[in-house]
């Protein structure tokens, strides 16, 4: 029972962040670094690994869009994301409380593209401070790290998919 738990968690985890971070990726253009796929590499046997890699990468992605939103958008939509963010992580329903999470990501998102799509945009970031750029950057470093670390779970996904055969 506990084998079908996990599988059904693993499949459950895979789906939501494959889908949220390749649209993520393709919103903003780096869809690239989500199109290969590699094989399974060390944690593609082990479940608890694999779930592990996964919320470091959700991880990593929810922190890159808030500094994102917080630094490139208004501020009055950056609170706006934040109180949703907040909003949903105090819900107790796991599958609302994702759904909301998901929303608010992609309510990001829009939001970033939206600020990044306009003529003020490059006049916005010559005007920030070197600690907001430096968070910018932070932003833009920890959002390539969880689009590689998810390009790696797909693999690492197979590979444990592969095992429960």
């Known amino acids: 029972?506990?084998?079908?738990?996990?599988?059904?968690?693993?499949?459950?985890?895979?789906?939501?962040?494959?889908?949220?971070?390749?649209?993520?990726a393709h919103a903003l253009g780096l869809g690239e670094l989500v199109t290969g796929v590699t094989k399974g590499t060390q944690a593609s046997g082990d479940p608890d690994a694999f779930i592990r890699s996964a919320l470091v990468a959700e991880g990593l992605m929810g922190t890159a869009l808030s500094a994102m939103v917080s630094s490139l958008a208004s501020k009055e939509k950056a609170a706006e994301y934040e109180a949703s963010m907040k909003a949903a992580s105090a819900l107790t329903d796991p599958a609302e409380k994702?759904?909301?999470?998901?929303?608010?990501?992609?309510?990001?998102?829009?939001?970033?593209?939206?600020?990044?799509?306009n003529d003020a945009y490059q006049g916005k970031i010559n005007k920030m401070s070197s600690a907001q750029k430096a968070q910018l950057a932070g932003a833009a470093y920890n959002f390539s790290l969880a689009l590689l670390q998810d390009k790696a779970l797909v693999g690492q996904a197979q590979g444990l998919m592969a095992s429960i055969g």
């Open 1 to 24: 029972m506990q084998h079908k738990i996990v599988s059904s968690l693993m499949v459950a985890l895979l789906s939501s962040t494959a889908v949220f971070c390749s649209t993520s």
């Open 98 to 117: 994702q759904a909301k999470t998901e929303e608010a990501q992609k309510s990001a998102v829009a939001l970033i593209n939206e600020s990044t799509s």
